[in-house]
């Protein structure tokens, strides 16, 4: 599954190492699941929004995860931070964490910045990781991203090379070790 963690779509572009990699992949942006500020009394009073249950139904189909996640200030964006804490709470007949727990994470990033949003995937990795994701070592983060694609996809070879590197990895990873 590959999650485009970023609200805004304009900039978009293609990812060799994205989903052709995979066999059975699928693509979700998380603006097709808007969800208000997670709020415990809101979640007693009102339940789960049906976007969390539509995301989490579709996570819990897949094994592994491709997050593609920009960075603001040096870290995790709140829209991902807030889907992930509403995706974490317990769904009736659902195991605890289930859209989480087993499954495998491979993180991208990419920013006009130097960085290319390095930094945010290490709180990224960390978040995940307590929730039972296990995230691969192996991440990209695309620096200058405004001059990294063009519409024909990734410019520089070397660093299609690496994301292909990442997909590779990820669905080697989740073959061995996916919750099946
Ligand atoms: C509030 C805010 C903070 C940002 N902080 C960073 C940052 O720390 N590092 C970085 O590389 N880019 C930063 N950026 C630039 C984003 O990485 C860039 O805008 C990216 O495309 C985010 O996509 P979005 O604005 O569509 O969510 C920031 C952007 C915003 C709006």
Redesign the pocket.
């Known amino acids: 599954m590959w999650i485009v963690a ?3 779509i ?2 978009r572009r293609r990812q060799r190492g994205g989903p052709d990699a995979w066999s059975r992949p699928t693509s979700s942006k998380l603006r097709d699941y808007p969800m208000p500020l997670y709020d415990g009394d809101l979640e007693a009073g009102d339940g789960m929004p049906e976007s969390v249950g539509r995301l989490g139904f579709r996570m819990r189909d897949h094994e592994g995860l491709l997050l593609a996640c ?6 995790i ?1 709140p ?1 991902l931070k807030n889907t992930i804490d509403w995706l974490s709470r317990p769904v009736d007949g659902a195991a605890p964490l289930a859209a989480f727990r087993g499954k495998v994470a491979g993180l991208l ?9 390095l ?2 995937l290490v709180h990224v990795r960390a978040i995940l990781s307590g929730i039972g994701v296990h995230v691969i070592p192996t991440q990209v983060a695309v ?1 200058k ?1 405004h001059e990294a694609f063009d519409d024909d996809g990734v410019r520089d070879e070397r660093l299609a090379g690496r994301l292909d590197a990442l997909a590779a990895e990820l669905v080697r990873t989740t073959a061995r070790l996916g919750s099946g």
């Open positions: 970023d609200a805004r304009r900039r920009p960075e603001y200030n040096s870290s964006t829209l990033a990419a920013s006009p910045g130097g960085l290319g949003g930094r945010g620096p991203s």
